[in-house]
């Protein structure tokens, strides 16, 4: 009898226990299911074009053609656009009938064209699959430290009448948390033809943003580059000023600074040209598809306020096919362009290859 008491006595406690433990195993997990009748859970990362983007533990991103899609649910809130409701809005994904999504919690998006106030969305009635636009994860303004980086290689050797190498490399690391985003970029290029060496380059420049609010922040950014084939082979930057994020998301980003700072040239013949500067920079991409298909565009307009060189410009502009989480092919355009009155470079490189991500 006593030992009855005792396991009754027990008995609460591990009820506790199980709802707990059985609550937590469902927490952070969205839900979808298909047509056919599978069910996939993870984390809904987008719905862009037609395509839904979920990452699973256990078969990394997963896109899935949202007509395929029976219903699904979402752990924590997205935010959507759809054909009845002109402006972006957050809410949390429930399951219903087949072909159709239950909308609940519904309000303006606060990153976004809402105030972060209610707003009229179909709360609690039916919202068919096939009329949502958009959806997309928030991301956090502040979180833990998220490092992230990329690397670009391309190669192409030939041997005929002449032998042609041409190797290019670009790196680019990201780092956030808190308040501030480091990035930091890396490019080299080299180009042979038989004995003769057409191009030979390499650049490195670091940015550091301090965000004052979800979009403003303050930038400052140094750089340098150094050239074997130019005349003029040294160019140093650096400088500080505002910046404004329109928009960083899972469908893309686009970004625009204006800084004040200081351009050195140096020449082959020992010379060198110093001056104040001002500048614009852009960095934009956007994703297709679930992510499967990238645009990008980034580079830096620089004037000079005196000196031998009038302006600069240089950047890169390309597409990208990802063909899992972690590789994808690109094709890609870049430009160097300093104009002076003394030496000036005129580069273009154009170049394809595979780009390994992490």
Same mark, same amino acid.
């Given at each position: ?177 808190? &308040? ?5 970029? %890396?490019?080299?290029?080299? $180009?042979?033809?038989?004995? #003769?060496? /057409?191009?030979?380059? !390499? ?123 972690? &590789? ?5 355009? %870049?430009?160097?362009?300093? $104009?002076?009155?003394?030496? #000036?470079? /005129?580069?273009?490189? !154009? ?8």
């Amino acid at each position: 009898m006593l030992h009855l008491r005792r396991i009754a006595s027990c008995l609460p406690r591990f009820i506790v226990l199980v709802l707990l433990y059985g609550a937590g195993g469902l927490a952070f997990a969205d839900t979808v299911w298909l047509n056919n009748g599978d069910r996939i859970s993870g984390t809904i990362r987008s719905l862009d074009a037609g395509k839904l983007l979920i990452h699973t533990d256990y078969g990394g991103e997963i896109r899935i053609a949202i007509e395929k899609v029976k219903t699904m649910q979402s752990d924590g809130e997205l935010v959507l656009r759809d054909e009845e409701y002109e402006r972006a809005y957050r809410a949390t994904l429930k399951p219903a009938q087949a072909g159709s999504v239950v909308v609940y919690g519904a309000q303006g998006d606060g990153d976004g064209d809402g105030d972060g106030d209610a707003v009229e969305a179909p709360l609690g009635e039916p919202l068919p699959l096939s009329s949502l636009n958009s959806a997309v994860r928030p991301r956090p303004f502040l979180n833990d430290a998220l490092f992230t980086g990329r690397l670009d290689l391309a190669a192409n050797l030939k041997s005929a009448s002449t032998d042609t190498q041409d190797y290019s490399a670009a790196l680019q690391g990201g780092l956030r948390h808190g &308040l501030w985003r480091h990035a930091l970029n %890396a490019t080299y290029a080299r $180009s042979e033809e038989d004995a #003769s060496v /057409n191009t030979d380059n !390499y650049g490195v420049d670091y940015t550091l943003d301090r965000f004052l609010s979800k979009q403003a922040f303050w930038q400052g950014r140094v750089l340098h580059r150094r050239d074997w084939v130019e005349d003029l082979n040294r160019q140093t930057a650096y400088g500080t000023g505002p910046g404004y994020q329109f928009w960083d998301d899972e469908r893309g980003a686009f970004s625009l600074s204006a800084l004040f700072g200081r351009v050195h040239y140096g020449y082959s013949d020992g010379g060198s040209d110093n001056s104040y500067a001002y500048s614009l920079r852009w960095d934009y991409v956007h994703y297709f598809s679930g992510k499967q298909f990238e645009l990008f565009a980034r580079g830096e307009l620089l004037r000079p306020f005196d000196g031998d060189a009038d302006v600069s410009v240089s950047g890169e502009m390309g597409a990208r096919y990802n063909m899992n989480s972690w &590789l994808s092919l690109y094709m890609k355009y %870049a430009r160097n362009q300093v $104009s002076s009155s003394r030496e #000036s470079l /005129n580069e273009s490189i !154009y170049s394809t290859g595979i780009g390994v991500r992490w």
